[in-house]
């Protein structure tokens, strides 16, 4: 038997969650004055936009109002989604995270920026950007390695998409 409100709360939610081919990433009960927030953090491999965040909000309201588990106090629930810089935490986070750049803060206190090109059940294949005009190059990173790792916003993120559509054109041209 769970003995944390956190664990009561990840048995009760996390089925009806995953019903909703989500994956519940975390849990957290803030106090906000007098009030409390219940703040529910889900994703997918596919992502999740504001329909299906929306209707697992509904379910997980509807859900947790027939519980007692947050007892009888107030409190109000927040849903969303990890957001642009998440940290990964987990193997599927990494896969997730694929062709983006990454911060890592490494095992033998180095720190590396790097785009995961790919993820296994050992570790990442990076690609590192090259410094000053330099060729990126290109590098294995084991997971034992990693002791912090965070997705970076990018505004400028090279789309390969677009990529292939303005080959197509100049090919075209």
Same mark, same amino acid.
């Given at each position: 038997?769970?003995?944390?409100?956190?664990?009561?709360?990840?048995?009760?939610?996390?089925?009806?969650?995953?019903?909703?081919?989500?994956?519940?990433?975390?849990?957290?009960?803030?106090?906000?004055? *007098?009030?409390?927030?219940?703040?529910?953090?889900?994703?997918?491999?596919?992502?999740?936009?504001?329909?299906?965040?929306?209707?697992?909000? *509904?379910?997980?309201?509807? @859900?947790?109002?027939?519980?007692?588990?947050?007892?009888?106090?107030?409190?109000?629930?927040?849903?969303?989604?990890?957001?642009?810089?998440?940290?990964?935490?987990?193997?599927?986070?990494?896969?997730?995270?694929?062709? *983006?750049?990454?911060?890592?803060?490494?095992?033998?206190?180095?720190?590396?920026?790097?785009?995961?090109?790919?993820?296994?059940?050992?570790?990442?294949?990076?690609?590192?950007?090259?410094?000053?005009?330099?060729?990126?190059?290109? *590098?294995?990173?084991?997971?034992?390695?990693?002791?912090?790792?965070?997705?970076?916003?990018?505004?400028?993120? @090279?789309?390969?998409?677009?990529?292939?559509?303005?080959? @197509? @054109?100049?090919?075209?041209?």
């Amino acid at each position: 038997m769970s003995t944390t409100q956190s664990e009561r709360l990840r048995e009760l939610l996390e089925p009806l969650v995953s019903s909703q081919g989500l994956d519940l990433e975390e849990i957290a009960v803030d106090s906000v004055g *007098r009030k409390r927030v219940l703040r529910v953090t889900v994703d997918s491999d596919t992502g999740a936009d504001l329909d299906r965040i929306a209707d697992v909000s *509904r379910a997980l309201s509807a @859900k947790l109002d027939e519980s007692d588990v947050m007892g009888s106090a107030e409190y109000t629930l927040e849903v969303g989604t990890p957001g642009a810089e998440r940290l990964l935490t987990e193997h599927r986070h990494y896969v997730r995270a694929t062709g *983006r750049l990454v911060r890592f803060q490494l095992a033998d206190g180095g720190e590396l920026v790097a785009r995961i090109t790919a993820a296994d059940d050992d570790g990442l294949d990076l690609e590192v950007p090259g410094v000053k005009g330099r060729k990126p190059t290109v *590098r294995r990173l084991a997971f034992d390695d990693i002791t912090r790792a965070r997705v970076q916003v990018e505004f400028n993120r @090279k789309d390969d998409a677009s990529d292939d559509k303005n080959d @197509k @054109k100049e090919e075209e041209a």
